[in-house]
């Protein structure tokens, strides 16, 4: 034998490898699924903490008529659109008290301590409409507001139409946190069998977002100097 042997290539039993076998293979990741943003509403149920409301109709005392002799009058006052701020155990342990109150033929009682006597809501507007507001305070907060760091203000996305109970969709909305208000609860559940209807609420990490920067909101303190003030 002559020479020096030269490496050996393939297989050592004759057979002949496939060269595309001998290829790397790229292992293809899938894009992360990310949770969305709204889910429908149910038509039955109890309401739902961020659950947005249309058509909501709020009744107010007239002030003029207070000791007025005629009566009282009532100011109706139009939402177009309204977020609950309730929370969910305090939503859901109201309907399942009144559902069994009903069930067995009895009487509610507001004073009863497993009843919500108002729910919570907050008024939502446009995007456009929060956007006029504070324009004429600067560009600056603005852009805060969109990106949810301007405190007093949430920013909420537009809603598909397949998110959307009403299947109609939503632009994008804007909330003021000093726009909320209360509607009796039994009063609210009356509605809803009326022109109000149940269009989504956020999904739990959003509804988290939005519920703990509407509680920051109400919770701040007024400082008499800030620190920085000379």
């Given at each position: ?21 001998l ?38 005392i ?16 139009d939402?177009?659109?309204?977020i ?35 729910v ?80 989504c ?21 007024g ?8």
């Amino acid at each position: 034998m002559t020479g020096d042997a030269g490496p050996i290539l393939g297989n050592t039993d004759g057979n002949q490898t496939d060269p595309q076998e001998l290829a790397i293979t790229t292992v293809q990741t899938a894009e992360p699924i990310l949770p969305p943003f709204y889910i429908p509403s149910r038509g039955d149920g109890p309401l739902r903490q961020a659950e947005i409301l249309s058509n909501v109709h709020q009744h107010r005392i007239a002030l003029e008529s207070l000791g007025s002799p005629d009566g009282l009058e009532i100011d109706p006052i139009d939402h177009e659109l309204a977020i609950i701020l309730s929370q969910d155990c305090d939503l859901e342990q109201d309907f399942k008290r009144r559902e069994s109150i009903v069930r067995e033929g009895g009487r509610i009682d507001e004073l009863d301590d497993k009843l919500l006597p108002s729910v919570l809501l907050c008024e939502v507007g446009t995007e456009r409409a929060i956007d006029d507001a504070i324009r004429p305070l600067g560009r600056t907060i603005r852009e805060r507001f969109r990106q949810n760091h301007e405190e007093r203000y949430q920013f909420l996305r537009g809603v598909d139409a397949t998110d959307d109970a009403a299947a109609e969709g939503l632009e994008a909305m804007g909330i003021d946190f000093k726009r909320y208000f209360t509607i009796p609860t039994a009063e609210l559940y009356a509605q809803l069998n009326g022109q109000c209807r149940r269009r989504c609420r956020l999904a739990p990490q959003y509804l988290e977002h939005f519920s703990t920067r509407f509680s920051n909101h109400l919770s701040r303190v007024g400082l008499p100097k800030n620190h920085h003030d000379d």
